[in-house]
């Protein structure tokens, strides 16, 4: 994976940075992210009870 030379390099600047915040007794969360994709309509049956108006 990945065909750039410095490539790593940006998991090492990670890594240290979170030893970092870690020896200085701050919290490091980690966050997995994936790319959206729409799973089909988002169209769904039912009712609306309001006594107001729905500005779409």
Do not use: C, W
């Not at 490539?7 to 007794?25: P, S, V």
Request: proline share 4%; charged share 20%; glycine share 8%.
């Amino acid at each position: 994976m990945g065909g750039h030379p410095d490539r790593n390099a940006q998991f090492e600047n990670i890594t240290q940075l979170k030893q970092d915040y870690l020896d200085a007794g701050n919290p490091v969360i980690s966050m997995d992210t994936k790319k959206k994709e729409l799973l089909g309509t988002f169209y769904r049956n039912g009712s609306l009870y309001t006594i107001q108006t729905i500005q779409t």
